[in-house]
């Protein structure tokens, strides 16, 4: 069942981007698409149906999760963003900790199409409140502001369509991978990620497996062990406004105090 959340996790910072993109037009979209193939994952007859569907709806579901810090960088100041970060990630991390809470009575008590079913409600309320949000992406809106006001948009710096397509392909598909082999500091720091993401998720497996298995936790039970990730993530927040307001902010405040030195007044100040 965590098929679909590991894969996006691991692909969707190489999913590729187009030269264009706008974040609200990837929220509104992506959200639609795995809603789709989580209803399809519901629907299905096998388990190969259900892994291959799976697979889908957790790509599909994942660009919204790759975009939500640069969504975040948009609309909270650099000095002000540590909170704001906070309690983004902490949504990211709550999914995996109450899913299990979750599915787990909703797997009892109903069927286990029913998981299905509760991720397309939380996707449709999720989806239901992007319609009333707003374009955060600066180049999106320096387009409609030159748009409304009847001015031409800056010229392309493609000359054709097959350049842009050859520049999307280059820059935002192939040079990622290219880096990745031919890079060391690159393809270490990705290994280096990739196990901390792999420990960490492996956790949510391992707790349900050892506590089922060697305590003999019932299946309700068991979900009920992942809320102690969830609380360590919620007292995570506090902890990090703490560090920001009392650590991180002072250094701030003092580094705008101090002068910045001309070189020129330097120059002209030697006798």
Known sequence: MCLHSDSGLSLQHQSPKP???TSCTVYLVSTP?????TMGAGFSQNIWTLCILRLFAGLTFSPKLSIGAGSNA????TQNRAAASAFYFLSSFLGPALGPVI?????VRKSWRWTQWTLIFFAIFSFLLTLFTHQTYKKALLLQRLKSGGLPPPPSPFPSTFAKLRFFLTVTLLRPIHMLVTEPIVGLFSLYVAFNFAV???FFAAFLY???SVYGFSTEQTGLVCLAIGVGCVLAVPNTILCDIYLY????RASIK????DPYSMVTSLP
């Open 258 to 261: 101090v002068p910045l030195l």
């Open 200 to 202: 960490l998720f492996c």
């Open 74 to 77: 948009d609309v909270v100041t």
């Open 249 to 252: 902010q002072p250094r701030f």
């Open 33 to 37: 698409l795995g809603a789709l193939f």
């Open 210 to 212: 050892v506590f089922e």
């Open 103 to 107: 599915g787990s009575f909703v797997t």
């Open 19 to 21: 030269v264009d993109d």
